[in-house]
């Protein structure tokens, strides 16, 4: 039985199912965010995802995008006249689906039922966006972009609505906390060094998003094995 993090798939099913062939069913899996938009699948990795017992999902900034757009989607609904409601309900569809490529996400949504949509909505209100996990007497802190708040407590998104940009946007540069192994997604690696691998600091941090959000010939999956701390790439 094994413990490994990914992150930003970025509906990558190939990729993705690349991994998941070299999994067992006792591994346990965290993915830290960015699983929908930018890819080919739609949104049919993260449905597959979040049937599977073995995946832990954390709030990541596209899914917290496409949580608010579906909000705004329930309150122009409830006051369909309402010009403050409106002019909200376009900033949010335009942020994410036309400057963060969620349109094709978003028609894919659209096309289940609306009990299944409704429970992906519940689903993106109770994801956690920062935990605490224990492997061989070493304790990780999962969060998508930069760890925030008090790092003891595991916190998911109707904890720190107010404050949940700082777990899922805010970008590092290096994260260190005291007694923990930090372990981040959202920042490109390429955008720190050239190489296209996982960025490891004095055992302190872990940025583990590799460009799959590119969609280039760099692009790849990281799954970092926590028993051992061993990379590997898909």
Known sequence: ?????????????????????????????YCLGDTIDKGEAGFQVFLSMKEDPRITFLMGNHELMMYLFLEAEKMLRARPGNLRVLDYYYSKRDHWQYYNYGYDT????????????????????????????EVNGRTFLLVHSKPYGDYDIDVCFTDVEEDIDHYVWDRAKYCHVEGKIVITGHNVVSSITR????????GEWYDIDCGLAAND??????????????????
């Open 1 to 29: 039985m094994s413990t490994y993090v990914i992150s930003d798939v970025h509906s990558h099913k190939e990729n993705l199912d690349r991994f998941l062939r070299t999994t067992t069913a006792e591994d346990t899996i």
């Open 106 to 133: 978003y028609n894919d949504f659209m096309t289940l039922s609306r009990d299944k949509r409704e429970e992906v909505f519940e689903y993106f209100r109770e994801m956690p966006v920062q935990l605490n996990v």
């Open 195 to 202: 190489e296209g691998r996982v960025i490891e600091t004095d």
């Open 217 to 234: 010939a760099y692009s790849r999956l990281a799954a970092l094995k926590l028993d051992d701390l061993t990379v590997e790439y898909y």
